[in-house]
């Protein structure tokens, strides 16, 4: 590891005596360990430099995505704490509603996912929020691939319904359902532009609570808008 990190110090490489001198290793010692690194893709040899090599690269592409997993899940845990609500972070790629973290507490569950989110996008506030976000031809697909269909009693009846509730949401605006996609609970989304791709983070309350829905939609949007400048990069995982 010494000598990984001593080589991706050095930009345009070095030589095996410069790594053994810098990293205190006897000079065999530190040939034995270069070859084997190169021979496992961890570096590569040109001209009698050491470089890094694709192994150690997706090494650190993998952990700099769990630092972005990592800066996301505290960024919900934070709003989770300062709403007292479940808090969820959604995104649509590649044609698909995808949930992709979400931080609850014993006292704030989540709610049970028991009827597939990526095919019932309609019925709830993630859903809606990111298929607003979408061009005409993209929501058109989705839909086309996933019909509106009842979840619950309160569910938006059909596609037209839909689409004209969807051109009403304002960009900026959350978007809410009380017990479209579970009875008893109420959720709210509020949108976000990662590039050109659709996400959204939501809350959810239980019924009972709906009079704080919007309050609490609020003190989101306010506590994304504190964070969301450090996020900007990290929020795409």
Request: hydrophobic share 40%.
């Amino acid at each position: 590891m010494r000598l990984l990190e001593c080589v991706a110090e050095h930009r345009y490489g070095a030589p095996a005596k410069q790594l053994a001198r810098e990293t205190r290793l006897a000079l065999p010692t530190a040939y034995h360990l270069l070859r084997t690194l190169v021979h496992e893709g961890y570096l590569r040899r040109e001209k009698g430099l050491f470089f890094l090599g694709e192994a150690a690269e997706r090494l650190s592409s993998s952990g700099a995505e769990q630092k972005r997993r990592s800066t996301v899940a505290d960024a919900l845990a934070r709003w989770r704490d300062a709403i007292g609500a479940p808090v969820y972070y959604a995104m649509y790629r590649d044609g698909e509603i995808e949930i992709m973290c979400v931080s609850d507490a014993p006292g704030t569950p989540a709610v049970e996912e028991w009827a597939d989110f990526r095919e019932t996008g309609h019925a709830h506030a993630i859903g809606q929020c990111l298929l607003s976000q979408l061009d005409e031809g993209a929501r058109r697909d989705h839909l086309a691939r996933y019909p509106v269909s009842p979840v619950t009693p309160y569910t938006v009846r059909d596609a037209a319904s839909l689409s004209r509730r969807l051109e009403r949401t304002r960009r900026t605006a959350p978007v809410t359902e009380r017990q479209e996609y579970a009875l008893g609970v109420v959720c709210a989304a509020i949108p976000i532009s990662v590039g050109t791709t659709a996400a959204a983070v939501a809350l959810s309350l239980p019924a009972r609570q709906a009079d704080r829905l919007l309050p609490a939609a609020e003190r989101l949007q306010t506590e994304m808008g504190l964070l969301l400048g450090s996020l900007a990069i990290s929020i795409s995982i």
